[in-house]
């Protein structure tokens, strides 16, 4: 991973695997959710979401990185999430 950039990493013990994150330059935070109860039949899940602003930011006073984009403008966003197997090193990060 470039350490020019945000990276994350996300255990996951029971599978013996390691989810890697890597922003790009544009997309520098990463919501992840995890839901209260699963649908039957449903394995357990998260969902992974770049963002380029602090949730809620919407509704907050300040710069909490949303950026408006003027007519004809883009924005080009990139996120490298990445699985890793857990058996052959051990990672720190948050345990899922």
Known sequence: MDSGRATQKIDYPSRMLTLQSQAG??????????????PEGCEPYVYLKPMTH???????????GLRRLRRGESLDL?????????????????TV
């Open 78 to 94: 990139s996120h490298v999430i990445q699985p890793v197997s857990m058996s052959s090193q051990k990672h720190e990060g948050r």
């Open 25 to 38: 330059s544009s997309s520098q935070r990463l919501q992840l959710l995890r839901p209260d109860a699963y």
């Open 54 to 64: 602090t949730c809620n930011a919407h509704h907050l006073v300040g710069d909490f």
